[in-house]
């Protein structure tokens, strides 16, 4: 996905500007490494990845809006989610992401990033 679209997502949570800086710094000299930042397109919400939200946003103003980042539309997870939950987005566990894709092709991926 392109930076100068992920720059358009929602932050879930405040940054650290030098975490964010050097995040940045990573994707334009191309050593970048992640896992796949997970958003909602239908909310322009990220659901992961708030300081790579942010440092697309700092490259897309510096005209690197060009550059890409690995991301993956997760809304019919998080639809699937909130419907057997009776939620909505704004209710998601963001601090215990694994209940959302628990028993999906993505559990493995998101049992392996303590972040999530």
């Not at 510096?62 to 987005?89: F, P, Q």
């Amino acid at each position: 996905m392109l930076l100068s679209e992920i720059a358009n997502l929602e932050p879930i949570n405040k940054t650290d500007p030098l975490k964010v800086l050097a995040i940045a710094d990573s994707l334009k000299d191309g050593t970048f490494s992640a896992p796949d930042l997970l958003y909602s397109g239908s909310h322009m919400r990220a659901i992961t990845g708030s300081h790579r939200v942010e440092a697309a946003k700092y490259l897309t103003e510096r005209g690197y809006g060009d550059l890409e980042m690995d991301a993956l539309d997760v809304d019919e997870y998080i639809d699937n989610y909130c419907e057997e939950n009776e939620c909505t987005i704004d209710d998601i566990p963001y601090n215990n992401l694994s209940a959302i894709f628990m028993g999906t092709d993505l559990e493995a991926e998101v049992m392996q990033n303590e972040e999530w």
